[in-house]
């Protein structure tokens, strides 16, 4: 049974960062084609924050957070990460990981916009007070 764990996330005052961390057991998300970070603030759909690739750990961000936060892996640790930093109340969400995604690509890469993984984990809480 794979399990998705995500950790790292809390209150933080505006103009803050926070460092999101998620690991996995029963799959390796080192080997997931796409793997990223995705969040959803009460009353909204979830949406995709950064995607990183495996083939050439291209990475792929909202709008909203470019500039801000940085996503990356490490491979040996088999962990990913969501450094985030200047954030706002607007960031304010459940940050979810997923992993093992199932398709299609876009455009032959990895995209934002695709919520197709198998694997997810429970959440973690970001909140940004102002």
């Known amino acids: 049974q794979v399990e998705v764990m995500e950790s790292g996330g809390g209150s933080v005052q505006a103009g803050g960062s926070l460092r999101l961390s998620c690991t996995t057991s029963?799959?390796?998300?080192?080997?997931?084609?796409?793997a990223g970070w995705f969040r959803q603030a009460p009353g909204k759909e979830r949406e995709g924050v950064a995607i990183?690739?495996?083939?050439?750990?291209?990475?792929y961000y909202a709008d909203p957070v470019k500039g801000r936060f940085t996503i990356s892996r490490d491979s040996a640790k088999d962990t990913l990460y969501l450094q985030m930093n200047s954030l706002t109340p607007e960031d304010t969400a459940m940050y979810y990981c997923?992993?093992?995604?199932?398709?299609?690509?876009?455009?032959?890469?990895?995209?934002?916009?695709?919520?197709?993984?198998?694997?997810w984990g429970q959440g973690t809480q970001v909140t940004v007070s102002s």
């Open positions: 029963g799959y390796s998300i080192s080997g997931s084609y796409c």
């Open positions: 990183i690739a495996r083939t050439d750990s291209s990475t």
């Open positions: 997923a992993a093992g995604f199932e398709g299609p690509l876009a455009g032959g890469r990895c995209s934002i916009g695709r919520k197709t993984y198998k694997f």
